[in-house]
Nanobody, 121 residues
Framework: QVQLVESGGGLVQAGGSLRLSCARS????????MGWYRQAPGKQRELVAV???????NYADSVKGRFTISRDNAKNTVHLQMNNLKPEDTAVYYC???????????????WGQGTQVTVSS
């Protein structure tokens, strides 16, 4: 079974940086997209950044110029470099992939358990 495990979250001062990592295990035939989402207290989950199989990227307007998503196929990982963090970035961050495990099989979303990011003012 495909599993995703996030790491790298923590407590940081405003203006600081964190690097989140997502490690994937389990067999994958094809990945459509990989991304990071976040859920802040009292708010809906939102897309932060995505990267496609062609390595094209898209970012939420609120993080453009500050966050960078990348992937390392050899290590089965996806990363989110977060710079110039703001208190508004405080949330649980979730790793996501949209993939299928066998040729011709169904496309499915896979999620990690999340990692907490807290930015103090």
């Amino acid at each position: 079974q495909v599993q995703l495990v996030e790491s790298g979250g923590g407590l940081v001062q405003a203006g600081g940086s964190l690097r989140l990592s997502c490690a994937r295990s389990g067999s994958i035939f094809s990945i459509n997209t990989m991304g990071w989402y976040r859920q802040a207290p009292g708010k809906q989950r939102e897309l932060v950044a995505v990267i496609t199989s062609a390595r094209n990227t898209n970012y939420a307007d609120s993080v453009k110029g500050r966050f960078t998503i990348s992937r390392d196929n050899a290590k089965n990982t996806v990363h989110l470099q977060m710079n110039n963090l703001k208190p508004e970035d405080t949330a649980v961050y979730y790793c996501n992939i949209f993939a299928r495990t066998v040729v011709g099989g169904p496309w499915s979303d896979y999620w990690g358990q999340g990692t907490q990011v807290t930015v103090s003012s």
